[in-house]
């Protein structure tokens, strides 16, 4: 890298370039704000344009619209409770229900603060250990992916603060939703009752919109009041968690790590790494009750992780072009309109390029920080909207981004009655996150275990190649512990619990 450091500078002082960077992040951090606009609908619709660009300013925009649009999703999420991108799914949790306390301002400055951190972290090790971590990479199969999937259903036992048989039955109900479209082996379609639309399955975005969204617009309208009338406005709110979350650098390191290695394993997604993220935040605090109640650091673990996830999904594009996750194909478009093949020659063929863009992508998430922390005392006031106002505003850009997907009805139809599913579901006392864990894992799950069986038929040993793997038996006790503490946990309650009234009954005896 330090051969070419004159050209990377040269590069990156260059106006235009500058003014790319921020407008790609500005840009990005809009359109994943807006329900059913993600970062890869952006980038695809940007890609036609990088045509006329030189390479490396193409790269930039790419790479700050990319940025932008992952942590763009955390402010619908946090204010409306509705993921603006899949990647802040895990941001809900604890984003909204702090919005509900008129501590928006807290959550969207924790949210800018842990995406920038994250994911200049996630930069850097794009930057220093690309070759390294995409061969680490080629060491995932189909029964990794299973059981990575497994792992993240392992999840359920966390979220289900509630009631455990509620929480499985909503994970049997998103597994049951996962398997509408064609299948991933056979090939035969599923439950698409005659629309062709359906063959690809559920629009996962709709649905987020659906069952985190619909339900509360309802609240709010059967309320006739607004669940949040007022936002915090204590000095030195920056400045003070700041220091609070760097003062956790444990904390901040496993997230990143987490959504560093999701990244890196195609197809995962910041979803997926956000997610886990927030399971192993919830598993090693102390207070794991407060977590879903309104918690910082359930904000920064999913905000973290998911950004960290950005430049992980960039190590195999660069090194072996293999993208990550699907904004990262359309880089991958990108690249190939320029003429520029990634591979494993590729930082051997166009150092000063690839230099270029990663130095690039580091300063973005400063960038995108500086932007979230001076637009979230302005993004808060959306809260200050009477409720005749705010909720007919949220229905229009759901039922727009419904339908901006895959311009479709069909999808807003869906989008409704989902909806409507999902209210009567809340009423009951089913959280809508164990569904939508369900309903995004059960796919993975399904297509790593019928290509599993596949190669272990082929191969003679299926019980080999899922349980002797190292990647594998690695899982598998991650998945054990993960369904075994929580269960622990709960006898040990059950029991202090016991003995502590045996002992009222001697003392009133």
Same mark, same amino acid.
């Given at each position: 890298?330090?051969?070419?450091?004159?050209?990377?500078?040269?590069?990156?002082?260059?106006?235009?370039?500058?003014?790319?960077?921020?407008?790609?992040?500005?840009?990005?951090?809009? *359109?994943?704000?807006?329900?059913?606009?993600?970062?890869?609908?952006?980038?695809?619709?940007?890609?036609?344009?990088?045509?006329?660009?030189?390479?490396?300013?193409? !790269?930039?925009?790419?790479?700050?619209?990319? @940025?932008?649009?992952?942590?763009?999703?955390?402010?619908?999420?946090?204010?409306?409770?509705?993921?603006?991108?899949?990647?802040?799914?895990?941001?809900?949790?604890?984003?909204?229900?702090?919005?509900?306390?008129?501590?928006?301002?807290? =959550?969207?400055?924790?949210?800018?603060?842990?995406?920038?951190?994250?994911?200049?972290?996630?930069?850097?090790? !794009?930057?220093?250990?690309?070759?390294? &971590?995409?061969?680490?990479?080629?060491?995932?199969?189909?029964?990794?992916?299973?059981?990575?999937?497994?792992?993240? !259903?392992?999840? @359920?036992?966390?979220?289900?603060?509630?009631?455990?048989?509620?929480?499985?039955?909503?994970?049997?109900?998103?597994?049951?939703?996962?398997?509408?479209?064609?299948?991933?082996?056979? $090939?035969?379609?599923? +439950?698409?009752?005659?629309?062709?639309?359906?063959?690809?399955?559920?629009?996962?975005?709709?649905?987020?919109?659906?069952?985190?969204?619909?339900?509360? %617009?309802?609240?709010?309208?059967?309320?006739?009041?607004?669940?949040?009338?007022?936002?915090?406005?204590?000095?030195?709110? *920056?400045?003070?968690? +700041?220091?609070?979350?760097?003062?956790?650098?444990?904390?901040?390191?496993?997230?990143?790590?987490?959504?560093?290695i999701t990244g890196?394993?195609?197809?995962?997604?910041?979803?997926?790494?956000?997610?886990?993220?927030?399971?192993? =935040?919830v598993r090693f605090?102390?207070?794991?009750?407060? #977590? $879903?109640?309104?918690?910082?650091?359930?904000?920064?673990?999913?905000?973290?992780?998911?950004?960290?996830?950005? /430049?992980?999904?960039?190590?195999?594009?660069?090194?072996?072009?293999?993208?990550?996750?699907?904004?990262?194909?359309?880089?991958?478009?990108?690249?190939?309109?320029?003429?520029?093949?990634?591979?494993?020659?590729?930082?051997?063929?166009?150092?000063?390029? *690839?230099?270029?863009?990663?130095?690039?992508? %580091?300063?973005?998430?400063?960038?995108?920080?500086? #932007? $979230?922390?001076? /637009?979230?005392?302005?993004?808060?006031?959306?809260?200050? !909207?009477? *409720?005749?106002?705010?909720?007919?505003? @949220?229905?229009?850009?759901?039922?727009? $981004?419904?339908?901006?997907?895959?311009?479709?009805?069909?999808?807003?139809?869906?989008?409704?009655?989902?909806?409507?599913? =999902?209210?009567?579901?809340?009423?009951?006392?089913?959280?809508?996150?164990?569904?939508?864990?369900?309903?995004?894992?059960?796919?993975i799950a399904e297509?790593?275990?019928?290509?599993?069986? &596949?190669?272990?038929?082929?191969? /003679?040993?299926? +019980?080999?190649?899922?349980?002797?793997?190292?990647?594998?038996?690695?899982?598998?006790?991650?998945?054990?512990?993960?369904?075994?503490?929580?269960?622990?946990?709960?006898?040990?309650?059950?029991?202090?619990?016991?003995?502590?009234?045996?002992?009222?009954?001697?003392?009133?005896?």
């Amino acid at each position: 890298m330090f051969e070419v450091f004159p050209d990377i500078i040269s590069s990156l002082i260059e106006p235009i370039n500058i003014l790319l960077l921020c407008v790609g992040v500005l840009a990005g951090i809009i *359109v994943g704000a807006l329900p059913g606009l993600t970062a890869t609908m952006a980038l695809a619709l940007l890609l036609p344009f990088t045509f006329a660009m030189e390479a490396d300013s193409s !790269l930039i925009t790419m790479g700050g619209l990319y @940025i932008g649009g992952i942590y763009g999703g955390c402010i619908s999420a946090i204010l409306i409770n509705t993921p603006g991108t899949p990647s802040a799914i895990a941001t809900t949790f604890d984003g909204y229900p702090l919005a509900k306390k008129g501590k928006a301002s807290h =959550a969207l400055i924790t949210a800018s603060i842990s995406s920038g951190i994250g994911g200049v972290i996630g930069g850097l090790t !794009l930057l220093f250990l690309t070759p390294v &971590l995409a061969g680490w990479a080629l060491n995932f199969g189909p029964p990794e992916y299973f059981w990575v999937a497994l792992l993240g !259903l392992a999840m @359920i036992a966390t979220l289900s603060a509630g009631s455990m048989l509620k929480g499985l039955i909503g994970g049997c109900i998103g597994l049951l939703l996962g398997t509408i479209g064609i299948s991933p082996v056979g $090939g035969e379609s599923r +439950f698409t009752f005659g629309f062709p639309e359906l063959q690809s399955g559920l629009e996962l975005i709709g649905i987020l919109i659906a069952f985190f969204c619909i339900p509360e %617009v309802i609240s709010m309208i059967g309320n006739k009041a607004k669940s949040q009338k007022s936002l915090n406005k204590e000095k030195g709110i *920056v400045k003070n968690l +700041f220091f609070y979350i760097i003062k956790k650098p444990i904390f901040i390191i496993r997230s990143s790590f987490i959504g560093i290695i999701t990244g890196i394993i195609p197809g995962a997604g910041g979803n997926v790494a956000a997610l886990l993220s927030y399971d192993a =935040a919830v598993r090693f605090s102390k207070d794991k009750k407060s #977590f $879903g109640k309104g918690k910082i650091e359930g904000v920064m673990a999913a905000e973290t992780s998911n950004n960290a996830e950005v /430049g992980g999904s960039l190590v195999p594009l660069l090194s072996l072009g293999i993208p990550g996750a699907p904004p990262a194909a359309i880089i991958l478009g990108a690249l190939m309109m320029q003429g520029i093949t990634p591979g494993p020659n590729l930082m051997a063929e166009q150092p000063s390029l *690839v230099y270029t863009f990663l130095v690039s992508f %580091v300063i973005a998430n400063v960038v995108m920080m500086i #932007f $979230g922390l001076m /637009g979230s005392r302005y993004i808060g006031k959306v809260l200050s !909207l009477p *409720v005749y106002y705010l909720a007919p505003s @949220i229905m229009f850009l759901t039922i727009i $981004g419904a339908y901006a997907i895959r311009n479709n009805l069909l999808d807003v139809a869906m989008l409704i009655g989902f909806g409507l599913l =999902a209210y009567v579901l809340k009423n009951a006392g089913f959280d809508p996150a164990p569904i939508v864990l369900g309903l995004i894992l059960g796919p993975i799950a399904e297509r790593g275990l019928a290509q599993s069986i &596949l190669m272990g038929e082929a191969s /003679g040993g299926i +019980f080999t190649l899922f349980f002797t793997r190292p990647i594998s038996v690695v899982l598998i006790i991650l998945c054990f512990l993960s369904i075994l503490l929580p269960l622990l946990g709960t006898i040990f309650k059950s029991k202090d619990k016991t003995e502590k009234e045996e002992d009222k009954i001697e003392m009133e005896a």
